[in-house]
């Protein structure tokens, strides 16, 4: 609770003021990390070489701002022991920004093996199949963003909505590139580096997933990790 009082209202507002700067650190790392996922898609499907290596080692500065933000989360706990609303968006917080890191991680590793597939005597359509698996799955993170920065739970519940369409993508996905292999044994390696790369970005929507189920935590209160789409919307109803 804040203090009252001209003394209490300025630590209330010096209180305030750590807790937006915590979010704006939030918003930051996930723009970060959104443009890492776009250059990623970008460097497999065009082929980019310089632009995937970037992208391989890109995650360092995500692991950096992780680190900042979780020890500003654990000042904020130990000086203000928050409660309610406030209690909610650190932990959420916490939860985002662990989830935002492993979406970094995927990034990283589809920068790898679009490095290892970059081959001036080959260049296979193939490469781009995930271009339309991973053109959506940046929309579902930019709409997790989004959500999060208006506390939005109407866009949270439709990119969650979204991950259902997304894993039925993956699969189908999947069923292509098994056929390439069967076809194209000589291909099997760079195969198999376009189908992590596919299962990287199915991945990354489950964070955004992820993502939207802290939003929703944070703006109704409601923990609704774990449940399905339609065990979510009874327990907001409720």
Same mark, same amino acid.
């Given at each position: 609770?804040?203090?009252?009082?001209?003394?209490?209202?300025?630590?209330?507002?010096? /209180?305030?003021?750590?807790?937006?700067?915590?979010?704006?650190?939030?918003?930051?790392?996930?723009?970060?990390?959104?443009?890492?996922?776009?250059?990623?898609?970008?460097?497999?499907?065009?082929?980019?070489?310089?632009l995937a290596r970037s992208v391989a080692k890109s995650d360092k500065q995500v692991n950096e701002i992780e680190l900042k933000i979780s020890d500003q989360c654990t000042d904020i706990l130990a000086r203000r022991?928050?409660?309610?609303?406030?209690?909610?968006?650190?932990?959420?917080?916490?939860?985002?920004?662990?989830?935002?890191?492993?979406?970094?991680?995927?990034?990283?590793?589809?920068?790898?093996?679009?490095?290892?597939?970059?081959?001036?005597?080959?260049?296979?359509? /193939?490469?781009?199949?995930?271009?339309?698996?991973?053109?959506?799955?940046?929309?579902?993170?930019?709409?997790?963003?989004?959500?999060?920065?208006?506390?939005?739970?109407?866009? !949270?519940?439709?990119?969650?909505?979204?991950?259902?369409?997304?894993?039925?993508?993956?699969?189908?996905?999947n069923r292509l590139l098994m056929t390439h292999m069967m076809e194209h044994p000589n291909r099997l390696k760079n195969m198999l580096r376009v189908n992590s790369c596919a299962r990287a970005f199915e991945r990354?929507?489950?964070? !955004?997933?992820?993502?939207?189920?802290?939003?929703? /935590?944070?703006?109704?209160?409601?923990?609704?990790?774990?449940?399905?789409? !339609?065990?979510?919307?009874?327990?907001?109803?409720?």
């Open positions: 609770m804040h203090k009252t009082g001209p003394h209490g209202q300025h630590i209330s507002q010096r /209180y305030d003021a750590e807790l937006e700067d915590l979010r704006a650190s939030v918003l930051k790392m996930g723009g970060m990390v959104e443009q890492q996922g776009r250059a990623a898609l970008e460097s497999l499907v065009k082929g980019d070489e310089e022991q928050p409660t309610a609303g406030d209690l909610r968006l650190v932990i959420a917080i916490i939860r985002i920004v662990a989830n935002l890191e492993r979406i970094g991680d995927e990034a990283a590793k589809i920068g790898r093996m679009a490095k290892k597939l970059v081959d001036g005597n080959e260049r296979q359509s /193939y490469h781009s199949e995930p271009r339309h698996l991973g053109e959506g799955v940046l929309e579902m993170l930019k709409g997790a963003l989004d959500a999060f920065a208006r506390r939005d739970t109407d866009t !949270a519940m439709e990119v969650i909505a979204r991950d259902l369409q997304i894993d039925e993508e993956f699969k189908a996905l990354i929507g489950d964070h !955004a997933t992820n993502l939207c189920e802290e939003v929703i /935590y944070l703006v109704a209160g409601r923990d609704v990790r774990h449940l399905s789409l !339609a065990e979510i919307r009874e327990r907001l109803q409720n």
